[in-house]
């Protein structure tokens, strides 16, 4: 219903009528808000790298598929191809692989989405140590020392190795992950691999979902698959995350940006995590605290404070208008 095959996120002359807008804003807050949970639920049997390419390889086959039928351009160049390669390591072995082992080593879903809320922040902060990149104001440091606070507040508690309530690898892998998909985002944003962010997308999904699985085979994760682990909610998980997730929140993410000002819709970076805590809390029963709330408070301020900032200069350090980058 949603996806098209556009550049950017110019707007249209006609507004769309307020119920499909609602409807679009209503899956990119569930789409990107509940996928935390579902990679969560498919985590308690599947192993992480296997089940992470599955569904983001299927995901790209299928929207290169309408991308073929509906005739439009699917190829690109040899160098394109190169800057797929590139970006689809840090989006998706990073941006998504990364996240999915900290959730099998035990990392609540809630808290794998507020540590990934940080993403604006460490865009701002590689942008502008970038040679020719942004260099940041006032207001924006305020935002970045505001939002590691909030990701030191979530992360630093669950560094004490002697506990057997905290798990330290996997928040540090999702601190790294946050990172890469930073650096990945800004390695898109400048090195594009298509004039058409659908195409480029898809490229990127297919060339992600085969790192992916390349990864879970050469460590050893398919011998420890059963049919037995195919369990109900592992499979609506799945297919939550490939069809809901993958391709209807990005196209309905990519069409609003179509048709409103992109100030409203990067409400996504405060929602979706709200969201995320809240499913985890009544899906699975994980612990919601007082450092919770503060850890997310302050890294949605941050990630405001820079994108306020951002705005206001001709060119920001995080520009919502390029869905691509959005992609998370």
Do not use: C
Request: charged residues 10%; without cysteine; glycine residues 10%.
């Amino acid at each position: 219903m949603f996806i098209s095959n556009g550049d950017s996120g110019s707007l249209s002359g006609q507004r769309p009528a307020a119920g499909k807008i609602a409807l679009a804003f209503a899956i990119v807050y569930l789409g990107y808000g509940l996928n935390f949970l579902a990679v969560k639920v498919g985590m308690e049997t599947l192993p992480p790298f296997l089940f992470a390419g599955a569904h983001i390889f299927l995901a790209g086959s299928i929207i290169m598929t309408w991308i073929v039928v509906r005739r439009k351009p699917a190829t690109l160049s040899s160098a394109g191809f190169r800057r797929a390669m590139v970006s689809s390591f840090f989006l998706f072995v990073g941006g998504v692989g990364l996240v999915t082992v900290g959730e099998k080593l035990g990392v609540a879903s809630g808290m794998a989405a507020i540590i990934k809320a940080s993403v604006p922040i460490w865009v701002a902060v590689f942008e502008s140590i970038r040679p020719g990149g942004e260099r940041v104001n006032a207001r924006m440091v305020f935002g970045l020392l505001l939002g590691a606070g909030g990701v030191a507040v979530m992360v630093v508690p669950q560094l004490d190795f002697s506990s057997g309530n905290t798990h330290p690898l996997g928040a540090g892998l999702l601190v790294l992950s946050a990172i890469l998909f930073a650096i990945g985002t800004i390695f898109v944003r400048h090195h594009p691999p298509s004039d058409s962010v659908i195409t480029g997308v898809a490229w990127q999904m297919l060339v992600g979902g085969i790192y992916l699985l390349v990864a879970g085979l050469a460590i050893g994760e398919l011998p420890t698959v059963s049919v037995s682990d195919f369990t109900r909610p592992v499979i609506t998980a799945f297919f939550f995350l490939l069809f809901v997730h993958s391709i209807a929140a990005f196209s309905a993410l990519n069409w609003l940006l179509r048709h409103l000002p992109a100030a409203l819709v990067t409400t996504k970076f405060y929602v979706s995590p709200a969201v995320a805590v809240t499913a985890g809390w009544l899906v699975l029963r994980e612990a919601v605290t007082a450092r919770t709330f503060a850890s997310m408070a302050m890294i949605l301020a941050g990630v405001g404070i820079i994108l306020w900032a951002g705005s206001s200069r001709h060119k920001p350090s995080l520009r919502p208008d390029d869905a691509g980058e959005l992609e998370d």
